[in-house]
């Protein structure tokens, strides 16, 4: 097995995507038959597991993580181990004796006190040192949680904004269901005006995902069932993000 720790010096960096390097430990016959330290090539949505992965890593261990970067990891079969703290010697002995239990995320709302963890360290903290709000845009057929998610992106009939952690959410009345054209277009650019990490619906077509592409936002189609079902599945890391559209023009989807 070969298991990747987030590496600040000799110790487990706070923040996956934060820390100076990696430390790559290959394990068989629970002894250590390999160990490198690799360089972090740069923190941006997605690069470090696609990294990690090209690698032939099997798990990361880490002080913290958010929930975005948890569904990338999953994407590349490769297990998240949270809430460890110490020196990477210590971890690796924890590793081998099968007593290295994960936890809460040094980036929750008050978890890792007194490590260091603030906003110049961590892209999940807000400016009070708390969490910041993970937001993600849903196509929706109504405007509560209950309401069916529409498979429609861009000529949904409304999209609900919803805080991940508090679901607390905002109702927008799609204004562009009968556009004649540009619907997708406008979708995205107004789910990046909401500063959302991710778009939840049905499908994409290729105008709306190209605009959402470059916004930096992750899209997930074949969602279904109500918004709020829609919203504990991402939580649970069910949900899978797409690299293309899932449709094409032809089928009216925007």
């Known amino acids: 097995m070969r298991i990747a720790i987030s590496t600040d010096g000799n110790l487990v960096a706070a923040h996956f995507g934060r820390c100076p390097s990696y430390t790559i430990v290959d394990i068989d016959d629970n002894k250590v038959v390999g160990t490198q330290v690799v360089d972090n090539p740069g923190h941006t949505p997605g690069s470090i597991p696609q990294f990690l992965h090209q690698k032939g890593v099997e798990a990361i261990?880490?002080?913290?993580?958010?929930?975005?970067?948890?569904?990338?990891?999953?994407?590349?079969?490769?297990?998240?181990?949270?809430?460890?703290?110490?020196?990477?010697?210590?971890?690796?002995?924890?590793?081998?004796?099968?007593?290295?239990?994960?936890?809460?995320?040094?980036?929750?709302?008050?978890?890792?006190?007194?490590?260091?963890?603030?906003?110049?360290?961590?892209?999940?903290?807000?400016?009070?040192?708390?969490?910041?709000?993970?937001?993600?845009?849903?196509?929706?057929?109504?405007?509560?949680?209950d309401s069916q998610v529409d498979p429609r992106f861009g000529r949904s009939q409304y999209f609900i904004v919803v805080d991940v952690d508090t679901l607390n959410f905002s109702v927008?009345?799609?204004?562009?269901?009968?556009?004649?054209?540009?619907?997708?277009?406008?979708?995205?650019?107004?789910?990046?005006?909401?500063?959302?990490?991710?778009v939840l619906t049905g499908n994409v077509g290729p105008n709306a995902f190209q605009?959402?592409?470059?916004?930096?936002?992750e899209v997930i189609t074949g969602v279904s069932g109500t918004v709020r079902e829609a919203v504990e599945r991402y939580k649970k890391g069910e949900l899978t993000s797409i690299q293309k559209p899932s449709v094409g023009t032809k089928h009216g989807v925007s």
């Open 61 to 145: 261990i880490a002080g913290g993580m958010g929930t975005r970067a948890i569904n990338f990891f999953r994407e590349f079969e490769i297990q998240t181990i949270m809430g460890i703290e110490g020196a990477i010697d210590n971890v690796v002995k924890e590793i081998l004796n099968g007593t290295l239990e994960g936890g809460e995320s040094l980036c929750s709302p008050g978890a890792g006190k007194g490590y260091g963890l603030d906003k110049d360290q961590c892209d999940h903290a807000n400016e009070n040192g708390g969490h910041s709000n993970m937001k993600v845009f849903v196509s929706s057929q109504g405007e509560t949680l």
């Open 172 to 198: 927008i009345r799609n204004s562009n269901v009968n556009a004649s054209g540009g619907a997708g277009i406008q979708a995205g650019q107004l789910a990046a005006e909401n500063q959302v990490k991710s």
């Open 211 to 217: 605009t959402l592409q470059a916004g930096g936002i």
